[in-house]
């Protein structure tokens, strides 16, 4: 940590100290920062015991950023956050979660299929936060993040580069899939990119359209579907609760949603490339975090595999999809970072 730093975290606990009673204050490192009575009190907390819990629905990124600076100045730790006792309420089953890796905010989930960073500047880490209990994770600094920042920083010119079947070859796979496993009927795309897979499937009878609130059509859809996709969308989205509230409200009562999202171990051991930032991939699942998903809303579901589900408002309404055969999403990457985030190596 430089010296500059250490001085703001040291006039950060001052100003703390001396004006936790007041109504509000702020503290500028990089930043303004505002603070309300309950981030103060948190801060405070923090100052004072070994390990806090920080509430998900109350957390800021900027706050967090403050408490890493308090955090290190008190027990001089570094980098290690499981030493600073960060820990935040995981957003799917409500129980503790811990950070268990750091990456660097270009990583791609490209840079493992190529074997070299695609995106070479360094934007700094970001924390991957994994929940003890149901093993969902999130890079929670991401998930505070306006869509404005997605657009920018994320879904831009160059988002082809660390996605590059999103434009064409996966919609053509998924058309071609959907068109065996289903008969031609209604049905809204959800994150459908530029509309390339609506497209398709319309000139295979269904009356389809897409929504994506950063591609395409960004007018949210009026009407009802029999059927709900949201291929590669989930893993892009920090509240998991809303997104699939948004698409059950636009599904008909016997309709299905069906939806990829790569599947995670409960809990990791190592990095995981489908873990990469610069892909917008902010919120991951394990088989028990999907399960909990589910029943929190009130849906069955199954997992034709680690990558394709399917989802309804009665169990019964998944008899004929549990005989689908899986598409493949994903292939397996051939590399991994052996140092740092600078140095990629084949697998043997």
Request: net charge negative; hydrophobic share 40%; with cysteine.
């Amino acid at each position: 940590m430089s010296i500059r730093r250490l001085g703001r975290a040291l006039q950060i606990v001052r100003v703390f100290a001396t004006n936790v009673g007041s109504e509000s204050f702020c503290v500028t490192d990089r930043r303004l920062f505002m603070l309300n009575f309950n981030e103060r009190m948190l801060l405070w907390n923090i100052l004072n015991y070994p390990m806090k819990v920080v509430c998900r629905s109350v957390v800021t990124f900027e706050l967090l950023h403050i408490v890493s600076l308090v955090c290190y100045c008190k027990v001089g730790c570094g980098g290690n956050l499981q030493e600073w006792g960060i820990y935040l309420i995981c957003g799917v089953c409500h129980q503790l979660s811990m950070p268990v890796l750091r990456k660097e905010r270009n990583v791609s989930c490209s840079d493992y299929f190529e074997g070299r960073r695609l995106y070479e500047r360094n934007l700094g880490e970001v924390v991957l936060y994994e929940c003890t209990v149901c093993g969902f994770a999130a890079f929670e600094e991401l998930c505070h993040w306006s869509e404005d920042q997605f657009k920018s920083e994320i879904y831009n010119a160059d988002y082809y580069l660390c996605d590059p079947p999103f434009g064409d070859v996966r919609p053509r796979k998924l058309s071609a899939w959907l068109s065996c496993v289903l008969a031609p009927g209604d049905l809204i795309d959800f994150g459908g990119g530029e509309g390339v897979l609506s497209a398709l499937l319309n000139e295979r009878g269904f009356q389809s359209q897409s929504y994506d609130p950063f591609y395409g059509n960004v007018q949210f859809p009026m009407d009802k579907a029999d059927v709900v996709t949201a291929f590669e969308v989930v893993e892009h989205v920090p509240n998991q609760h809303a997104l699939f509230h948004q698409m059950l409200n636009i599904l008909k009562p016997h309709g299905l949603i069906i939806f990829s999202t790569l599947l995670k171990p409960t809990q990791l051991a190592q990095d995981w490339w489908y873990a990469s930032p610069r892909n917008g991939h902010v919120s991951f699942h394990s088989v028990p975090s999907l399960g909990s998903l589910m029943r929190d809303l009130g849906l069955s579901h199954i997992s034709l595999s680690s990558e394709i589900h399917v989802a309804a408002r009665e169990l019964s309404l998944l008899d004929d999809a549990a005989k689908w055969l899986p598409i493949s999403i994903n292939d397996t990457p051939e590399y991994f970072f052996d140092k740092d985030w600078s140095r990629l190596a084949k697998r043997p």
